[in-house]
């Protein structure tokens, strides 16, 4: 919405039926019901695809990345925001499982939603399979509203040491 509201061009591509009905109705967005190559689009015409939590339920990401890989234009960009799996958020909750505490460590993984689960050298080894090249690796987490100087810290220093539990990139197609 934020990008068809600053003047671009812009398709949905989503493979769940109620998040398509949603988009159109309430956004009034154009959307295409299914995965990337459900669409159809020409090859190297597309300037961005972002994939905003949404890989890790692709049954083959690599397929997916590679439409992804012809669709975009040469100098075109590729975003992935993606669960962390090496971020605090699963580290807690195998350390929760291991001393059998509070929630059970399956819960956080959102199985069978979750299909694949990534951590920066994954997510690396996954894009160059796929033809590209990552520019822009980095975890982050939840920000809060109330951002005391011990809170900025612990978040510099839980981004720094890629702990987040979201991993984001930044990737450009590889020439062919």
Known sequence: VAARNAGWEVLGVEPGSGQVEICRTIHGMEMVHGLLPDAKLEDGRVEVVSYRQVLEHIHDPIAELQE??????????????????????????????AFKVFKPYWHSLNVPEHLYYVTPETLTRLLDRAGFEPGFLRTSGKARRSRTIVRRLYESARDRLQFGNKLRVIARPRPN
């Open 68 to 97: 992804a890989h012809r669709i975009l234009a040469e100098d075109g960009l590729l975003l992935i925001e993606v669960p962390h799996y090496g971020g605090q958020r699963y580290r807690m909750g195998r350390l929760r499982a």
